[in-house]
């Protein structure tokens, strides 16, 4: 399933074989939330730039259209004509993120939606059930993700919670997938490991979900209010708990510079919606920092967004053109920088395991941090 090829440090260079396909990594997630990159973005777009794996999210897609509408589709491959491999996330995030219209037990969460306000409950099984039936290669077992800082009382509740929760995706997944009209009887589940900012309870807890051999591991709950140190000093204080031989994944993270950081303290995984929603509003990253296409001073610029970026808003645009475009509020203009900013990050990743492949992660780690903050 998951196999280590290279450290170089902390730093890890490996590939997950799935039944869509082998990943390398360290690799980033392009989100498709909705089954569809926010931006028009078309999976045919996606292969041109690189992504090995688009994430959707199992509570979106329940609201609308259905998963029980996407499994009569054939699933969520089919659906989005997509043969790569996809990761649907538990639908616990958006929970944590509904707070004033939830509420939470044992047995899982209600909440109202927020498209029409009826009554909605998920729990364990029924995460695992809508993730069933979209049958994308990666399921993420449902958990409470819970805002930093909170009460310690608080998170050692939560956290038990979670564990309790996640033998239960376990079982649940289990029989979906000996089920003979499940239509991935190969899907992978990755658990979650919590704990806020809280150093013993994280350890603790990933010490407790490694036993239960899983198919990978995430750290989540983090870049949900806490500084980037503290989320270094939490992946530092997990990382080592978790096993060596499965994917670990850090949620919802995040900016370049922190990709670099979880990448030099073990981490394979990442995903986040920054680099598309930077786009859709004009702010590109370049090997020299992130800008503000938006800016008079680029009205009469010819370049690139990024000199030497071979992404198809590079290859073809200018920084004048795509600001006219952003000016205008043509459509065109949050297609090419959501374009190039993915672009960018899938091949950041790609140097990144170059770079670990080489036995100069460290180097390259440096020279990027400084080289984006002499324009940041």
Not at 105 to 131: A, C, L, T, W, Y
Not at 208 to 218: E, P, R, S, W
Not at 285 to 299: D, R, V
């Amino acid at each position: 399933m998951y196999k280590l090829l290279k450290k170089d440090g902390n730093a890890r260079r490996g590939e997950l074989k799935t039944c869509h396909g082998t990943i390398q990594t360290p690799v980033f997630m392009n989100v498709g939330t909705l089954a569809a990159i926010k931006g028009a973005v078309s999976t045919v777009d996606l292969e041109e730039i690189g992504c090995q794996v688009e994430l959707s999210n199992t509570y979106h897609l329940h609201l609308r259209p259905g998963d029980k509408v996407i499994k009569q589709l054939g699933g969520l491959h089919k659906f989005m004509n997509w043969d790569r491999p996809i990761l649907t996330d538990s639908g616990g995030f958006q929970v944590f993120s509904l707070a004033h219209m939830r509420k939470i037990k044992e047995e899982g969460v209600s909440f109202n939606s927020h498209i029409d306000g009826r009554r909605i409950f998920m729990g364990p099984e029924e995460s695992m059930q809508i993730q069933s039936n979209l049958a994308s290669t990666i399921a993420m077992a449902f958990d409470e993700c819970v805002a930093n800082p909170s009460p310690r009382e608080y998170v050692v509740k939560s956290v038990d919670m979670t564990t309790r929760w996640l033998h239960r995706c376990k079982e649940e997944m289990d029989r979906l997938n000996s089920l003979p009209d499940t239509i991935n009887r190969q899907q992978l589940l990755f658990g979650i490991n919590q704990g806020g900012v809280y150093e013993d309870i994280r350890t603790k807890h990933a010490q407790t979900i490694a036993k239960m051999d899983l198919d990978g591991y995430a750290i989540g709950g983090l870049a949900v209010g806490e500084t980037h140190s503290e989320m270094y000093r939490m992946i530092e204080a997990v990382v080592p708990h978790l096993p060596q031989d499965k994917p670990i994944y850090l949620m919802g993270v995040g900016l370049p510079s922190n990709i670099l950081e979880a990448v030099d303290r073990g981490v394979d995984f990442f995903d986040c919606v920054l680099p598309a929603r930077n786009g859709r509003h004009g702010h590109v990253f370049t090997k020299h920092g992130k800008i503000n296409l938006y800016n008079s001073k680029y009205e009469l610029d010819a370049g690139p967004i990024d000199e030497g970026c071979q992404c198809p808003a590079c290859r073809s645009y200018s920084r004048a053109y795509i600001r006219h475009l952003f000016k205008a509020k043509e459509m065109l203009a949050m297609r090419l920088c959501v374009l190039h900013n993915l672009y960018f990050y899938n091949n950041l990743m790609a140097e990144i395991r170059t770079a670990i492949e080489g036995g100069y992660f460290k180097d390259y780690k440096e020279a990027k941090l400084e080289q984006w903050q002499g324009r940041a």
